[in-house]
């Protein structure tokens, strides 16, 4: 049995629709299906969502919002008519805009999965489960447990069912997941049904290996593993949400990762184990810009934990999340998005000079870092410093190089100019194109 997740360019108009309904009825193991709100597409320039969350603030700040719910309206019934479906959307949109008065924001902007699943669950003539009905948060977060046992109540085996995906409830109130959160609720799905496949449907036939945007005619990669697959998406891939992984891994469900666009044109299959040729020596490039380092130095730091503890007392005072801290014995170097540090940094470094014992303090901005991600770095340690040679015989100053504990992945760091040369240089010198 295979759980499909469908993303908001995958169901953005009819059109499309269409694509999704040949796909499951390609394979009578797809029951499961979870989709995304309506996306973009060629006809269609804007997102369902966006719309929503537009019509939120119109609605929230007493503004006319009837010109937005026009069209969003518009785009569901034209989905509806142009495919014919046999399902009364009208009133469930009637529904919507009598709450909206009185209405959480969480709802209102759930409102796309809710419509387009409604509508894709007649048209594959499939049954509609409510998200809502089965998807528990406690705290803030996916209670599996409860959701479990709430969605065994509402499925029977081999059913056929749309899903919708982004949210779910907590004390009865509906509650957004993050932007992007309908994997994650296909993962969640697949978790729960002991999937054999959980095959999540994009607009790109699987997982390049670099930013084809850098690196044109980038390589796909044809599998990976989950904590090769994490990696990557911690540090900037956007093809699978990172808190999606887990659901699935923790099982061993393999994943997929296929083009509605063109489902014959292969994808990247994610599995917890890759026997691989030796010549590959990096599955995946990926990086991040604006960084900041804080550098902080003591004669024999390492040696006065108080001194560590006061500094990280000060960045926790402040909400700073430090992404990384390479250590060395007079020295720690705090890596942080600039954007945490944006109106605060002069506050921060005079409370670190001032309050902290310090011998120097110091900071690098617009730092770029690019990590090259492989198992293949836990058995052959050489591959880092072939890395730094074909960078240094570039001429890209790097500024710091950190390797993970978990021995699949280093990072370099260096000048944002240079994110997209040593991106490239480490492709064409580690892929061989």
């Not at 209405?103 to 669950?121: N, P």
């Not at 699935?248 to 666009?261: A, D």
């Not at 998005?337 to 506050?347: D, F, M």
């Amino acid at each position: 049995m295979k759980v499909v997740k469908f993303g908001g360019s995958s169901v953005a108009d009819a059109e499309q629709f269409a694509k999704v309904k040949a796909i499951i009825d390609d394979d009578s193991e797809r029951k499961v299906v979870v989709v995304s709100a309506a996306g973009k597409s060629a006809a269609e320039k804007i997102k369902i969502t966006d719309l929503l969350i537009e019509l939120d603030k119109l609605r929230l700040s007493d503004s006319d919002y009837s010109k937005v719910l026009d069209e969003i309206v518009e785009r569901f019934l034209k989905i509806k008519n142009n495919l014919k479906i046999d399902f009364d959307i009208e009133n469930e949109i009637k529904i919507i805009e009598n709450n909206l008065n009185d209405c959480s924001s969480d709802y209102l902007i759930s409102r796309g999965e809710f419509l387009t699943a409604h509508l894709m669950a007649a048209y594959l003539g499939f049954k509609f489960v409510d998200a809502a009905d089965f998807m528990m948060f406690s705290n803030g977060e996916i209670d599996m447990s409860a959701t479990a046992d709430k969605f065994k109540d509402l499925y029977s085996e081999n059913e056929r069912i749309v899903v919708p995906g982004f949210y779910g409830s907590q004390n009865g109130k509906i509650q957004l997941m993050q932007r992007g959160g309908s994997d994650i609720s296909g993962a969640i799905l697949a978790n729960i049904l002991n999937a054999d496949l959980y095959e999540n449907w994009t607009d790109v036939s699987g997982i390049l290996m670099a930013d084809p945007r850098i690196v044109s005619k980038c390589k796909r990669i044809d599998s990976l593993t989950y904590g090769e697959l994490q990696e990557l998406s911690y540090m900037g891939f956007n093809v699978f949400q990172e808190e999606a992984v887990q659901p699935v891994r923790i099982k061993n469900i393999p994943t997929k990762i296929l083009n509605t666009n063109h489902p014959n044109s292969g994808g990247t299959l994610v599995v917890d184990r890759i026997k691989r040729d030796n010549k590959q020596v990096i599955t995946g490039i990926a990086g991040k810009k604006n960084y900041t380092i804080i550098t902080v130095k003591k004669y024999q730091l390492n040696k006065h934990l108080e001194i560590l503890q006061s500094v990280l007392s000060i960045f926790q005072k402040h909400n700073l999340v430090v992404d990384s801290v390479p250590s060395g014995t007079d020295s720690f170097r705090f890596l942080l998005p600039q954007r945490e540090l944006k109106g605060i940094l002069s506050v921060v470094m005079s409370e670190l000079k001032s309050k902290c014992n310090l011998d120097e303090v110091f900071v690098n901005d617009n730092i770029a870092l690019i990590a090259a991600v492989s198992t293949e770095l836990s058995s052959r340690p050489a591959i880092a410093g072939r890395i730094m040679q074909y960078l240094d015989k570039s001429l890209i100053n790097i500024r710091l190089v950190i390797q993970e504990g978990s021995d699949m992945k280093i990072v370099f760091g260096v000048s944002n100019a240079d994110y997209e040369k040593t991106i490239s240089n480490i492709y064409k010198n580690a892929v061989g194109q």
